[in-house]
């Protein structure tokens, strides 16, 4: 049973540049939740993406966007890079029946220069 | 005032020690309340639920006192490998900022 999977594991872009995050559910679910997490920081919640849909939103600004598919799968865009973009970005699964349980995807490692 | 909020610690326990955390939030009507377990540069992982009741597995105990408004994290018998940082979550989705523990030998 695979769990939470994310790609690439690390990024380096230049400010100014747009990166985009894919993550893969774990199995049986179809609930994505991004977060991003700076150093000594708990992770912030990004946005919520269920039935294709975004969900709720926390505190981002519309630089932040994201898509979720029919297979569950998501992707997390940034545009307009900042340097204090850098930080690690976690997705998260749950499933309807246990949608306040979640699941954390090893995260990508975004390093904006 | 911060929705979530933890001492960051470090926490420094001898093993065998019982160590407590605490979180406060500032929502009054806030749900659903978890302790999340994260080692260094790994993925946060669903330590328990958190149940009005309260509620233990093995060595740990989770409380919730909602009318001060926080939870609590009881750890007993500490373990080397319960080095880690703990983070409290509300409502599913705010994060704390995490309380550093080290156990030490």
């Known amino acids: 049973d695979a769990g939470v999977t994310q790609s690439p594991t690390h990024l380096i872009k230049t400010r100014g540049q747009q990166v985009t995050l894919r993550c893969s559910p774990k199995s049986g679910h179809d609930t994505v939740s991004w977060y991003q997490q700076a150093l000594g920081q708990g992770p912030q919640f990004i946005f919520q993406?269920?039935?294709?849909?975004?969900?709720q939103r926390g505190n981002f600004p519309d630089r932040f966007s994201g898509h979720q598919f029919p297979n569950y799968s998501s992707e997390l865009n940034v545009n307009a890079l900042l340097l204090g973009d850098s930080a690690l970005y976690l997705c998260?699964?749950?499933?309807?029946?246990?949608?306040?349980?979640?699941?954390f995807g090893p995260g990508t490692r975004l390093t904006v220069t | 005032r911060k929705e979530v909020e933890q001492d960051p610690g470090p926490f420094n326990v001898p093993e065998g020690a019982t160590v407590a955390f605490n979180c406060t939030y500032s929502n009054s009507a806030s749900q659903s309340f978890f302790w999340y377990r994260q080692d260094c540069r790994k993925e946060p992982k669903l330590l328990m639920s958190v149940y009005s009741s309260g509620n233990e597995d093995g060595r740990f105990t989770a409380q919730l006192n909602r009318a001060s408004q926080y939870i609590s994290l009881l750890i007993r018998d500490s373990k080397l490998s319960d080095s880690a940082t703990y983070l409290c979550v509300v409502n599913s989705l705010i994060f704390g900022t995490g309380t550093r523990l080290q156990v030490f030998p």
């Open positions: 998260a699964s749950s499933g309807t029946s246990e949608v306040y349980e979640q699941y």
């Open positions: 993406y269920y039935e294709e849909e975004e969900r």
